[in-house]
Nanobody
Framework: QVQLVESGGGLVQAAGSLNLSCVVSGHSFSMYGVAWFRQAPGKERELVAS????????KYADSVAGRFSITRDNAKKMVYLHMSGLKPEDTAVYYC????????????????WGQGTRVTVSS
């Protein structure tokens, strides 16, 4: 049984920082891309950042590029999202997901999802 468990969300003031973590179990992990998505109230789930199986390639949404950083630790089966310069528009539930291939970007290319962790940025 594949499980993804996110942690690290919370309430933070604008311009602050948060570090999200996602631990994976029941999956081989190291040969698959992983990503962070987010979903704000009333909006569709969107890609925030994606990282390939080795960790050597990343892709970011334009809205977070330069402020967020995605990394992974294959030995620990973990993926991280460091968020800085947070803005109220970053408020959302953040989900980690495992791709069907070694790197992916579209929601439909991801096979497994966590339950999400809520991030609230106050102005």
């Amino acid at each position: 049984q594949v499980q993804l468990v996110e942690s690290g969300g919370g309430l933070v003031q604008a311009a602050g920082s948060l570090n999200l973590s996602c631990v994976v179990s029941g999956h081989s992990f190291s040969m698959y891309g992983v990503a962070w998505f987010r979903q704000a109230p009333g909006k569709e789930r969107e890609l925030v950042a994606s990282i390939n199986y080795s960790g050597r390639a990343t892709k970011y949404a334009d809205s977070v590029a330069g402020r967020f950083s995605i990394t992974r630790d294959n030995a620990k089966k973990m993926v991280y999202l460091h968020m800085s310069g947070l803005k109220p528009e970053d408020t959302a539930v953040y989900y980690c997901a495992i791709a069907r291939t070694n790197w992916a970007f579209r929601r439909t290319d991801f096979a497994y999802w966590g339950q999400g962790t809520r991030v609230t940025v106050s102005s």
